[in-house]
């Protein structure tokens, strides 16, 4: 079964009323909200903690993507509703006008929690069971890299 | 004590949330502030009672009353939608279903003695700034009723 990091109660612990503007249902966005956290992962977690794991020059010859289902979902379940609020529900609900309207500032609100929180993750160690052993044990949740400089 | 007032604007709030597309994202009864609603809650209608005249018209304390129910609706020729509506349009179709929403029960509900019937009285379109367009449909709620607490 797939996992699921969010669902549309975890988003109104955020903003209550949500579904009281006009779209009652917002399981697509929080599902393109997931993928995109994923993908962000893929990109700038993954590569990094793979270096870890295996030697260089066998990168390619190694798991090439993470498998989604040994993520911990409650760590990712924040940044899927900053994601979701930021990325797809509020530009439904903006008007875009010249000024900006409350859903609008919420948009960019959101989208700066969501890097913050990402970016939170991403330094405290993203919790992935790579032994598939149930449970995630402190190296597999330990931050791939601390500040240090890549080049 | 019941209102008839309040009975007849209810009624027609309900018809109208419940009406066929386009229908109405938005129905208040309390004036809202047209910059806080999303792009999504148009169209948005504004339902409040408004005049009333009352008159005798039978010996025994018959009486009957015209009220007024003002329909302040607001409509946005924008959208997220490929095809794009004109505001006059989006207003003609939305005035259209209200008429026709309020006719499919034009007793308002009351009890048969009040002897209830509804009818549009008059629409007003009011200037916006596009994309934004605004009307004042009024209907007009005929009934009839006893003087004296019920």
């Known amino acids: ?151 | 004590m019941s209102s008839n007032r309040e009975h007849a604007v209810k009624d027609i709030i309900e018809i109208l949330t419940d009406m066929s597309p386009p229908r109405p994202v938005f129905v208040s009864r309390e004036p809202f502030d047209l910059d806080k609603l999303a792009l999504t809650q148009f169209p948005a209608l504004l339902v409040t009672a408004g005049n009333e005249t009352r008159e005798d018209h039978a010996m025994g304390g018959s009486r009957r009353g015209i009220i007024e129910i003002n329909i302040r609706g607001f409509v946005r020729s924008d959208g997220r939608k490929g095809f794009v509506q004109s505001v006059d349009e989006k207003r003609n179709n939305l005035i259209e279903r209200i008429e026709e929403a309020l006719n499919t029960t034009r007793d308002r509900r009351l009890d048969d003695a009040q002897a209830a019937t509804t009818h549009v009285t008059s629409i007003e379109v009011i200037d916006r700034t596009p994309p934004l367009g605004e009307f004042l449909l009024i209907a007009e709620v005929h009934y009839s009723f006893t003087k004296g607490e019920l």
């Open chain 1, 1 to 151: 079964m797939a996992i699921t990091l969010a669902t549309i109660s975890d988003i109104q612990e955020y903003e209550p009323d949500i579904i009281d503007f006009g779209i009652p249902d917002f399981s697509a966005e929080i599902t393109k909200a997931q993928n995109d956290v994923f993908r962000d992962l893929r990109i700038r977690w993954w590569p990094a903690y793979s270096v870890g794991l295996y030697d260089l020059s066998k990168l390619n010859t190694g798991q090439t993507e993470p498998d989604e289902n040994l993520y911990t979902a409650s760590q990712l379940t924040r940044a899927t509703c900053y994601q979701a609020l930021g990325f797809h529900i509020y530009p439904k609900l903006a008007k875009f006008d010249v000024d900006q309207d409350l859903f609008e500032r919420k948009m960019e609100f959101y989208r700066k929690e969501y890097a913050r929180e990402l970016d939170l993750i991403l330094r405290d160690g993203v919790e992935y069971d790579f032994d598939s052993s149930g449970t995630v044990d402190a190296g597999e949740r330990e931050a791939t890299h601390y500040l240090r400089l890549k080049r």
